[in-house]
Nanobody, 122 residues
Framework: QVELVESGGGSVLAGGSLRLACAAS????????MAWVRQAPGKQREVVAT????????YYADSVKGRFTISHDNAKNTLYLQMNSLKPEDTAMYYC???????????????YGQGTQVTVSS
């Protein structure tokens, strides 16, 4: 069992930055895929970025590549998402997620946090 608690959402103007954090507890020793997933009203859920919990092999959706950075701090068991140059289309509920096994091509995960809202206004 893995528990995930997000923090760091909020409202910013376009071009601004936010940093999301996700504290993980439970069985954190086994290598697993960590991810940030977002859901906007009326839009499909999107896997924004993934990384293994040992900090390797980051992946980004094309929509955020070059603007967002995913990272994982093993000592703190915390996942981060640094979001720069934010756009109104980044507005969504952002969920931290974790899944056993590989990240490659993954759309669904075994555990999700409660979500944190990010709102970007123009």
């Amino acid at each position: 069992q893995v528990e995930l608690v997000e923090s760091g959402g909020g409202s910013v103007l376009a071009g601004g930055s936010l940093r999301l954090a996700c504290a993980a507890s439970g069985n954190t020793r086994i290598r697993k895929c960590m991810a940030w997933v977002r859901q906007a009203p009326g839009k499909q859920r999107e896997v924004v970025a993934t990384i293994y919990n040992d900090g390797t092999t980051p992946y980004y959706a094309d929509s955020v590549k070059g603007r967002f950075t995913i990272s994982h701090d093993n000592a703190k068991n915390t996942l981060y998402l640094q979001m720069n140059s934010l756009k109104p289309e980044d507005t969504a509920m952002y969920y931290c997620a974790a899944g056993w096994g590989r990240c490659t091509g993954r759309s669904f995960f075994d555990y999700y946090g409660q979500g944190t809202q990010v709102t970007v206004s123009s």
